[in-house]
């Protein structure tokens, strides 16, 4: 597997869709006892949309252009190869994010805290 593309991470996160955009808007918020995000993250050779260290969870903002050509084969080899270094991958369709952002991101916090290791 090649290095973890930090330069490219870095890249995207000054470019983030706008429906990764209003996640983030959600996400990115500290708050005590609440899982804590970081956007554009790189791991291996793939870099992950958001990434939750604590709970091992990847989360995955799919647009339309996802389910076109080898897209399906490339998603499902990344989703393994995660998959393998104990990580979970959540997709969520770029339309769910427009039509109910708060709901979205409320539902991927309490899937991450599903996640925390047990204390």
Same mark, same amino acid.
């Given at each position: 597997? %090649?290095? !973890? #593309?930090?330069?490219?991470?870095? &890249?995207?996160?000054? #470019?983030? &869709? !706008?429906?990764?955009?209003? @996640?983030?808007?959600? =996400? ?13 993250? %790189?791991?291996?050779?793939?870099? @992950? /949309?958001?990434?939750?260290? #604590? %709970?091992?969870? %990847? *989360? ?11 897209? !399906?084969?490339? /998603?499902? $080899?990344? /989703? $393994? ?7 979970? &991958?959540?997709?969520? !369709? ?9 709901? *979205? ?5 309490? =899937? ?6 047990? #204390?």
């Amino acid at each position: 597997m %090649a290095q !973890p #593309k930090y330069a490219l991470a870095r &890249t995207l996160r000054r #470019k983030l &869709t !706008p429906p990764e955009y209003w @996640l983030w808007q959600y =996400l990115k918020l500290r708050l005590p006892d609440q899982p804590v995000f970081r956007r554009q993250y %790189a791991a291996g050779a793939y870099i @992950l /949309d958001f990434y939750c260290f #604590k %709970a091992r969870l %990847a *989360v995955e903002v799919d647009g339309g252009l996802h389910g076109l050509e080898d897209r !399906p084969a490339a /998603d499902e $080899k990344r /989703d $393994k190869w995660l998959m393998d270094q104990g990580i979970m &991958t959540y997709r969520i !369709p770029a339309a769910d994010v427009f039509r109910d952002v708060e709901g *979205v991101a409320d539902g991927i916090r309490l =899937l991450a805290i599903e996640r925390f290791p047990i #204390k």
